[in-house]
């Protein structure tokens, strides 16, 4: 019987010897395990900003172009009702605010106040710092073709 490998730590070793067993032979798996090493890190600096991943998200979605709640849930995988959550604590915050839609008055668009822009600016500005941190030790190079290989994946039906 094998031993059973339940450390994290274990398991990169094995990965850094190229030694690939069970689910780690599959894209799939290695895919969604890099998904959740990068996102822990995303979460790192922003939760130095007192601001969690989903609420960044959604204040940079907000500040790309002119959104509803309901488009910005869809295209981020927000439950509804969770999304008007993350809106109150973005408004208690002072980065958001909901305006009804003059074309649809059932509909709210969502509008990056001023701290909400100067959030999304230092987002922007610190872009490649924080690609840096979240894509460890990948340089600039590999980064910039991790970046085109995404592209496509999100413009291809």
């Not at 922003?46 to 998200?57: P, T």
């Not at 009804?100 to 059932?106: C, D, I, M, V």
């Not at 460890?136 to 980064?143: I, M, N, S, T, V």
């Not at 085109?148 to 413009?155: F, G, Q, W």
Request: proline share 1%.
């Amino acid at each position: 019987m094998t031993e059973h490998k339940h450390d994290i730590n274990d398991w990169k070793e094995d990965l850094r010897r190229g030694e690939l067993y069970g689910a780690w032979k599959s894209d799939i798996f290695m895919a969604l395990a890099t998904l959740r090493v990068v996102t822990s890190r995303l979460e790192e600096i922003y939760d130095a900003k007192n601001i969690s991943l989903r609420e960044v998200w959604v204040l940079m979605a907000a500040g790309a172009r002119e959104c509803s709640q309901r488009e910005i849930a869809e295209v981020a995988g927000i439950n509804l009702n969770v999304m008007v959550h993350l809106i109150d604590r973005l408004e208690q915050k002072r980065l958001l605010t909901r305006v009804r839609n003059r074309e649809n008055r059932r509909e709210y668009v969502l509008k990056l106040t001023r701290k909400g822009e100067q959030f999304v600016k230092w987002v922007l500005d610190n872009n490649d710092e924080s690609a840096a941190k979240a894509w460890h030790p990948l340089d600039a190079k590999a980064r910039a073709t991790l970046r085109d290989c995404c592209v496509r994946l999100l413009v291809t039906d």
